[in-house]
């Protein structure tokens, strides 16, 4: 029984890794995983939360502020009462608490316009890393194309190996009953080993190309992988409707680095217009509270009630040398003596409260001010040369891509009407070769044409479809095989 289990638990175990290593991806789930591992992606999105956190500081930091403290301490020897400020040389504990809160009223609107610049910031962030998405979308969609494109090449190899062994086979039978001369199999078996070491080039550009889409999905290159291969006709399709001014003003409005370099030079201005707030006064108000508490004050206490002064002899010194006392008539105050003075009568006792307005003039500061202006106003200089040069470049890739898809239209059709006629032309040679008609050179030649085009036809077809896959992003379509 033991045996049957792990027999069972193996042949299952094959059979989930066997179903894992057929698994087919599609373009959508390479695109979707690329973008759950590429790292640049991952940074961007932490740059998103960085100027998130930016935003909401810039927007609190136009609140008043809230402090609190306290300092508790022993102090031996001749120290100073806190409460009385009287010299004392009894060990003394005490602790203060204290709250302080400050408001800044005015400073040039220099923090609304830094939190509005803050807003700006966390929109260009966020284009950022659209645009970082959009790279790895491009550079997937590339990669798979790629894979697709030698997967057909490969296909063609095999075909072509395999149209050669075909008649290599016939060949030899033919020689064996003496029809064509042995040198035709001779010629046909070395054209056979070079249509296998096509293949292996084939192959090992199959291989290099699924490699490469393997890396940009974070896949260990001993992945298993295998990709979906649409059919894909477009003959029908060679036809651009948008001009060259019309992708451009859709991929002006949708591209994120476009609007990400319109925000940037929008934060900028903002930028300029916070760091002038510096020329501006600063008006400030400010509370603050305080009490404290000592032991040397932790004994019998007089409390006043409001009362008429009551009359009283004190005695204020002695006569030298006789000691004889001498009084003074005097008034004390109305009160009762009390014993002991707690923490929290000496707290409500000691409350000091403050409250001010603060008012700060920049005269003069080493030109730190006017420096950071002139600074601020290069930058927005610099942010609106590169919004120019980001849609002068804009402009040229699309006209670019724009060229080149017409050219791999005609290219393409081109590229078909030369396999339909090669493929007429090497069926008859291949009838009269079969026939003795023609020698193996004309046939060899025949065949490696019709090889030849059928590998531009090939390219022509992935070329066209990848040009138009991107004047397709360009104008925001979704991209789709």
Known sequence: MRKGILLSAFLIISFLGMAQEKKVWTLKECIDLALQNNLNVRRSLLNVETSEVNLTQSKLVM???????????????????????????????SFNLNASSGWLLFNGFRLFNSYKQSGVDNEA?????????????????????????????????QFQLATTTEQLA????LAEA???PIGNVLDLEAQQATNELNLIQRENTLNLSLLQLKQALQFPASTPMEIEVPQLDIRNDLTISETSDQIYQAAY????????????????????????GSLYPRLSANVNVFSNYSSAADRARFIGDGGPPIPATVNVGYVQGSGTPVLRDTELPSGTNVDGYNTSDQLQDNIARSVSLSLQIPIF????????????????????????????QLRQLVETAYNDAMASAKTYQSSLKQVNAREEAFRMSKQRFDNGAVNYVEYQTAENALFQAKSDLVRAKYDYIFKRKV???????????
């Open 178 to 180: 003496g029809s064509v």
């Open 170 to 173: 016939r060949t030899r039978k």
């Open 63 to 93: 609140l008043p502020t809230l402090n609190g403290g306290g300092q508790f301490g022993y102090n031996w020897g001749r120290s100073i009462d806190p409460t009385t400020n009287l010299f004392t040389t009894q060990r003394v504990n």
């Open 471 to 481: 004047l397709d992003f360009y104008q925001g379509k979704p991209i789709d095989y």
């Open 125 to 157: 962030a966020n284009k950022d890393y659209e645009k970082a998405k959009n790279d790895v979308i491009l550079n997937v969609i590339t990669l798979y194309t790629s894979v697709i494109f030698n997967t057909e090449l490969y296909q063609n190899a």
């Open 253 to 276: 409005e949708f591209l994120p680095e476009v609007q990400s370099a319109r925000l940037k030079l929008q934060s900028s201005l903002l930028a300029l217009k916070s760091t002038k």
């Open 365 to 392: 500061n080493g030109y730190q001010a006017r420096s950071n202006v002139q600074r601020s106003a290069i930058a927005n200089q610099q942010a609106s040369i590169n919004l120019k040069d980001t849609e002068n």
